[in-house]
């Protein structure tokens, strides 16, 4: 059973939450994590900064080798265009794999082309946020993300 706390808002939390930010800009990265983490986001923030990273981590492989791949994130922010591997490619083999097929992935993306979020859809996506410039704006969709999938959605017993 998971212990729970409450964050902002009033929502219950499980404090063992993993979430796993994967972003190439380093400033995107930066607020994103930050943001989190003033949201008292309880459990551990992991970052990947590129498409080959995330699913080395999710694996358990490379430079994560050995990491207990049973503890899978409770949600993954997963941005599209990604160097060495893309957001999408990320997607497909998370959706591929029964070990990450479960896994909510929210694509947090800048775009705010029909083909891009049709296509993340289609691959599996559990949600699309588009990236807001306005910093207040941003903070409020990252309170919003992580109270529904760390206080309100129900994930299966799996993750």
Known sequence: MALLKTGPCGVA??????????????????????????????GQIAVARDGVQALDFLWGRGEHAGRDTRRQPSFVLLDMKLPKLSGLDVLRSLRADPLTALVPVIILSSSSEQSDIQACYQSGANSFVRKPVDFAEFTEKINRLQGYWLGVNEPPAAL
Not at 14 to 20: A, P, S, V, Y
Not at 21 to 33: I, M
């Open 13 to 42: 939390q499980r404090m063992n939450d993993l979430i796993l930010v994967v972003e190439d800009n380093p400033d995107h990265l930066e607020l994103t994590v930050l943001t989190l983490e003033e949201l008292s986001v309880k």
